[in-house]
Antibody, heavy 121, light 113 residues
Framework: DVKLVESGGGLVQPGGSLRLSCAAS????????MNWVRQAPGKGLEWVSY????????YYADSVKGRFTISRDDGKHSLFLQINSLRDEDTAVYYC??????????????WGQGTLVTVSS | DIVMTQSPDSLAVSLGERATINCKSS????????????LAWYQQKPGQPPKLLIY???TRESGVPDRFSGSGSGTDFTLTISSLQAEDVAVYYC?????????FGPGTKLDIK
């Protein structure tokens, strides 16, 4: 079975940094594009970033461009999100989500349980 | 950016009755080269991650009960639950994956009447 487990969330001050991780299992990790999607408390879903299987293609939402960096380690079956210059509005549960294919525009077929990032002084 | 809207914001339906949720995109999400609508539906229950229900506007994900169906094309889409069950209480989101940024609708909260 496909399993995605996020970690790395926590309480951080405005302007701070965090590195989120997503450990994947149950599928050939390198063969699928991956995404980060976030959800602020009591709010809807917001796509954050995308990375292709070869890491050759990455995309970011305008709200995080220049502050967030997506990466992956296919050998360790892991996805990462480096988040810098955190703002109050970055407070959210961050989900990793797997595409149905590689290097394609895709729906989010599998989701992790999420990790909570709280930005507060 | 493609803006997704949903209606209604919330609805309450009696058990066994039909529930219908609408989704509209600000531009077409139909890709002529492969004849597909890049539109998905998700269900999210409290405290849980979203769950994929429907993709390509009308293809049901494996394991999803057949009371869930999707329809529509271009800019107008519908999610229908043919006979509401208690476990269907959730928030439902549509999402376009036609272009980046991938965008979601604001969600529709479904309750039992």
């Amino acid at each position: 079975d496909v399993k995605l487990v996020e970690s790395g969330g926590g309480l951080v001050q405005p302007g701070g940094s965090l590195r989120l991780s997503c450990a994947a299992s149950g599928f050939t990790f390198s063969s699928y594009s991956m995404n980060w999607v976030r959800q602020a408390p009591g709010k809807g879903l917001e796509w954050v970033s995308y990375i292709s299987g070869s890491s050759s293609t990455v995309y970011y939402a305008d709200s995080v461009k220049g502050r967030f960096t997506i990466s992956r380690d296919d050998g360790k079956h892991s996805l990462f999100l480096q988040i810098n210059s955190l703002r109050d509005e970055d407070t959210a549960v961050y989900y990793c989500a797997r595409a149905y294919c590689d290097d394609c525009y895709s729906y989010f077929q599998h989701w992790g349980q999420g990790t909570l990032v709280t930005v507060s002084s | 950016d493609i803006v997704m809207t949903q209606s209604p914001d919330s609805l309450a339906v009696s058990l066994g009755e039909r529930a219908t949720i609408n989704c509209k995109s600000s531009q077409s999400v139909f890709y002529n080269s492969n004849n597909k609508n890049y539109l998905a539906w998700y269900q999210q229950k409290p405290g849980q991650p979203p769950k994929l229900l429907i993709y390509w506007a009308s293809t049901r994900e494996s394991g999803v009960p057949d009371r869930f169906s999707g329809s529509g094309s271009g800019t107008d889409f519908t999610l229908t639950i043919s006979s509401l069950q208690a476990e269907d209480v959730a928030v439902y989101y549509c999402q376009q994956y036609y272009s980046t940024p991938f965008t979601f609708g604001p969600g529709t909260k479904l309750d039992i009447k």
